[in-house]
């Protein structure tokens, strides 16, 4: 790893509190805790940001996309998978994907959130499903002893769930076609290791999840 990759992966980690680095976790590869928030803020290429030496030197490919891009979206009434009049908003939230390779994917977020999905190629939706979460409960002697949603947000529906994972005990890793998520269970003296991996170009997904 490069000095400008151990510093970036530091600073991604600063906020990583417990000491476990999980079950077969590779060194290589993008960390990050789940605690960590992005400093920078960063916006999507938007019709705005095309210069007027630009235009004057395509202006014929402007003229074809404005023709497209009118026909797709007042005629037949569909989205444009190149849309630069309603780019998405830019969300520093996602992970390795599930599939990928022209069998459409779903997307989860380095915090465990299923956050994009597309069944059309470049056609893709963007929504978080709250209620698909993993929880995590322990019991001992028959009782239950501890019980967690493995989800830092705290939404307002589903309150009948523990939400709000304490971040700093948590990290992802990612090296794709895989992805692991390290969770250490505070005061229960248990890390789980969840291993994701998509094999194929289909949305299929194998998750393992290791103590």
């Known amino acids: 790893?490069?000095?400008?990759?151990?510093?970036?992966?530091?600073?991604l980690m600063s906020t990583y509190v417990a000491k476990d680095s999980g079950f077969a976790v590779p060194k290589e590869g993008w960390r990050i805790c789940l605690a960590h928030e992005f400093k920078?803020?960063?916006?999507?290429?938007?019709?705005?940001?095309?210069?007027?030496?630009?235009i004057f030197?395509?202006?014929?490919?402007?003229?074809?996309?404005?023709?497209?891009?009118?026909?797709?979206?007042?005629?037949?009434?569909?989205?444009?998978?190149?849309?630069?009049?309603?780019?998405q908003p830019l969300r520093q939230i996602y992970g390795v994907p599930l599939g990928g390779i022209g069998g459409g994917t779903i997307t989860r977020g380095w915090r465990g959130?299923?956050?994009?999905?597309?069944?059309?190629?470049?056609?893709y939706t963007y929504k978080t499903v709250?209620?698909?979460?993993?929880?995590?409960?322990?019991?001992?002697?028959?009782?239950t002893v501890y019980q967690q949603v493995l989800?830092?947000?705290r939404p307002p529906t589903l309150q009948g769930w523990n939400w709000g994972y304490c971040g700093e005990y948590a990290f992802y890793h990612a090296l794709?076609?895989?992805a692991w998520?390290?969770?250490?269970?505070?005061?229960?003296?248990?890390?789980?290791?969840?291993?994701?991996?998509?094999?194929?170009?289909?949305?299929i997904i194998r998750i393992q999840v290791c103590r």
């Open 151 to 153: 989800s830092v947000e």
């Open 57 to 87: 030197e395509h202006v014929s490919f402007g003229i074809r996309y404005l023709k497209w891009w009118y026909k797709k979206t007042q005629v037949e009434k569909k989205a444009a998978f190149i849309d630069i009049f309603g780019a």
């Open 113 to 123: 959130e299923f956050c994009r999905w597309q069944l059309n190629p470049g056609m």
């Open 181 to 203: 998520t390290v969770y250490h269970l505070p005061g229960q003296n248990v890390t789980l290791t969840c291993r994701q991996i998509s094999p194929s170009s289909l949305m």
């Open 176 to 178: 794709y076609p895989r």
């Open 40 to 54: 920078e803020k960063r916006k999507p290429f938007q019709a705005t940001d095309v210069s007027l030496s630009q």
């Open 1 to 11: 790893m490069t000095d400008w990759g151990e510093k970036s992966t530091a600073e």
């Open 130 to 143: 709250t209620a698909n979460q993993f929880t995590v409960c322990l019991r001992r002697d028959g009782q």
